[in-house]
């Protein structure tokens, strides 16, 4: 009853002018990051980062909280009318959403994806308010050595589950954690790899590195690579917009096992979104009892997937709020957000800052229904969107990126760092290197460096003494099991090769 109480004080609190009018701009802003391919949900947030300094913590935090969620309804439209996903996790939506909006069946793909994503969200949103504050209870308890292993352990599934490398992800994720290190020592206040230099002193902030990998990498990708000039959008009307019968009963338990499955794989570390879209589709496959029809217009290849990208964006919350720990790049930009402004998610925030965590649970849950308002009737024009040329798209993010790294400290320094940074970014990705991985590396290495020191100070410099914490054991050799997996695969292949032989 507790619960249900402060959450109705969260509601109460964020039906304020300037709160709700923040929740509409990020799920508008949100649905507009999934319709244009490019920028990425990463990268939006990163550029209104600075945008966000003038206003209260609740304010802006509901403001990135929506852009977050948002994006994942605004994927589907351009995937279903156009066969171009604006988010990685919409990526599966194609093969049976544009099939159906080629059969003449758009509007019931798209009001399938959008009261799929609608009810997906909400149930992920309620696992959310009675799981986070238990688990942050939970996490009281940790001391460094767990959540330095909780943390190590993370990475490495993050390494595993992102790019097609995971040997690829691991250097990202060590290069992240190397330029995370750079500036003063949290710990003893010592300076690292600043090279004199007083601007390196401070070290190098996330948003601007999120800037550069995600905008300016993106920017310059659109710039020097050719693009797609005539694209063909299929026309859809607002009478169009209701499944029939058939439909909706084919719909409705993929959307509840989407939700579930969705949830659970976003608590784990990496690409949740598309993790979750691609494994509830191979599961509706094989269990439909027509499987033939999947990449030729199933219903239930787009209810599924679009329900568990929702409700492992919901998920990705529990960590980051009850433990305070993202593990992907927009939870990243969440906690830089919390941080901005003062405050520090994780087990302490139920305690000293319920009010905005409350605030924020609420603000879920209205902007999940402002979506669901907002897409159904606006779907045609976030499509026509797609027609905006990249000569005049590309200008006004290159105007914004530059605006936001600068306001970030008023130095030109950080452009300077935003440009070289982003042009590193592109070349590494010509070369198959995810930039996810760097991103969460960069942003976990101070508490990853943190965390390791008071470890050792609490083993008096001896890790052989880890075995008094046999939690930390459990996580770290679940952690080094994970780290040999990708390079006992060239054994496997060899010992294979050997037999045929």
């Known amino acids: 009853m507790d619960t249900l109480a402060l959450l109705l004080d969260g509601f109460v609190q964020c039906f304020t002018l300037e709160r709700l009018l923040s929740c509409v701009a990020g799920v508008v802003v949100g649905t507009l990051t999934g319709v244009l391919p490019g920028i990425g949900v990463t990268g939006a947030m ?19 909280a929506g852009i977050y969620y948002g994006a994942m309804y605004g994927g589907s439209t351009t995937s279903i009318l156009v066969n171009l996903p604006g988010e990685a996790a919409s990526v599966i939506t194609c093969l049976d959403g544009n099939q159906m909006a080629k059969k003449g069946r758009a509007g019931a793909a798209l009001a399938i994806s959008a009261w799929g994503s609608f009810i ?8 959310l308010t009675f799981t986070a504050e238990k688990i942050a209870s939970l996490a009281l308890s940790f001391r460094s050595p767990e959540y330095f292993s909780v943390c190590l352990l993370g990475l490495i599934i993050l390494t595993n589950l992102t790019g097609k490398n995971p040997l690829k992800s691991l250097l990202m994720v060590l290069m992240g954690l190397a330029l995370g290190t750079i500036g003063m020592d949290d ?16 070290g190098i902030e996330f948003g601007i590195v999120a800037m550069a990998v995600f905008g300016i990498n993106e920017l310059l990708g659109t710039l020097l690579e050719p693009q797609e000039e ?54 509706e496959k094989k269990i439909s009892k027509h499987p033939e029809e999947f990449g030729h217009g ?4 787009v209810a599924g997937p679009e329900s568990a990208n929702n409700a492992a964006s919901s998920a990705a919350f529990v960590p980051l709020l009850s433990l305070g720990l993202p593990f992907a790049p927009p939870s990243a930009l969440l906690l830089t957000a919390f941080i901005t402004h003062g405050i520090q998610p994780g087990p302490t925030l139920f305690t000293q800052h319920p009010d905005v965590f409350w605030s924020l649970i609420a603000s879920m849950y209205i902007g999940n229904v402002l979506l669901l308002i907002i897409n159904l009737p606006m779907v045609g024009a976030f499509a026509s969107l797609l027609r905006c040329p990249a000569k005049i798209l590309m200008p006004v993010v290159m105007v914004i990126t530059f605006t936001g790294a600068f306001a970030t400290n008023g130095t ?36 990853l460096e943190q965390r390791f020191q008071q470890t050792m100070i609490m083993l008096r410099g001896d890790f052989s003494n880890i075995v008094r914490f046999p939690i930390s054991c459990v996580i770290l050799g679940a952690a080094l099991v994970l780290l040999l997996l990708p390079l006992l695969k060239p054994v496997r292949r060899y010992l294979k090769h050997s037999k045929e032989d």
């Open 46 to 64: 990163a550029l209104l980062l600075p945008i966000s300094f003038g206003m209260d913590a609740t304010t802006a935090l509901i403001l990135f």
């Open 120 to 127: 997906a969200g909400t149930l992920g949103i309620v696992a």
């Open 187 to 202: 710990v003893f206040g010592t300076s690292r790899f600043d090279f004199g230099n007083m601007f390196l002193m401070r």
């Open 230 to 283: 005539n694209i063909h959008i299929e026309k859809v009307k607002l009478r169009e917009l209701y499944p029939n019968k058939q439909e909706w009963k084919r719909s409705f338990t993929p959307i509840l096992r989407g939700s579930v499955l969705g949830f659970l794989i976003g608590l784990i570390p990496g690409p949740a979104g598309t993790l979750a879209s691609f494994s509830s589709y191979a599961l």
């Open 298 to 301: 199933a219903i239930e290849g």
């Open 412 to 447: 030109y320094f950080d452009i300077l760092i935003l440009i070289v940074l982003g042009a590193l970014a592109y070349i590494i990705s010509k070369f198959g290197y995810s930039m996810a991985p760097l991103a969460v590396g960069i942003c976990m290495s101070s508490t």
